[in-house]
């Protein structure tokens, strides 16, 4: 709104104002020439409008990667997410797992990584579980798990029974499992 009129001899000239005084340029209207009102609020707005933009950008990227950088999985998630499973004793009984809650137990063991490789051979296993066989799964990762007579034997690392845990009840649970198995689903 205009407030103020000044008249001069050649020209008539207004003074103007806007709702935000203290935020707006005055300017001047002639009769002769238009012009425009630019506010300091609107380049205010429009910096923290693109500032905004910008966090936005930058957070939603920073989720995006940390989101596609899937944390490692452990070697028990990896051997709950496999699909079928091959048990076998030493004296080469053989026995495919198809349902696969018939072997969740595994991961319930009390057994921790052991710091030293153990002196017998890979091949004294008294009981094996390979899961995700090539024979059987293709284009995955084959998990092989070996009961030893003093240790447990996954993939390439070594485990044993934690204190206060007795081993034998460990290659119990494996002799019992592998029996269960080949009553279950049949041996091969």
């Not at 084959?142 to 240790?151: A, G, L, M, N, P």
């Amino acid at each position: 709104m205009c407030s103020e009129t000044f008249r001069s001899e050649t020209t008539a000239r207004m003074k103007c104002y806007t709702l935000f005084d203290n935020l707006c340029y005055t300017t001047y209207v002639s009769e002769s020439k238009a012009s425009t009102t630019r506010c300091l609020w609107r380049k205010k707005a429009m910096k923290k409008a693109i500032t905004i933009l910008i966090t936005v950008i930058v957070i939603m990227a920073l989720t995006a990667c940390s989101a596609s950088k899937e944390k490692e999985k452990s070697i028990f998630d990896r051997i709950q997410e496999s699909s079928v499973a091959l048990m076998e004793s030493s004296d080469g009984v053989k026995v495919y797992v198809w349902n696969m809650q018939d072997l969740a137990s595994l991961s319930s063991l009390q057994i921790e990584e052991a710091p030293l490789e153990p002196a017998d051979k890979e091949e004294d296993w008294l009981y094996r579980i390979t899961y995700n066989p090539k024979d059987k799964v293709s284009n995955s990762e084959e998990i092989t798990v070996s009961f030893h007579r003093d240790y447990i034997q996954i993939g390439s690392e070594f485990y044993l029974a934690k204190q206060g845990v007795d081993y034998d009840d460990i290659l119990e649970w494996a002799k019992s499992k592998h029996e269960y198995l080949v009553k279950e689903y049949g041996a091969e």
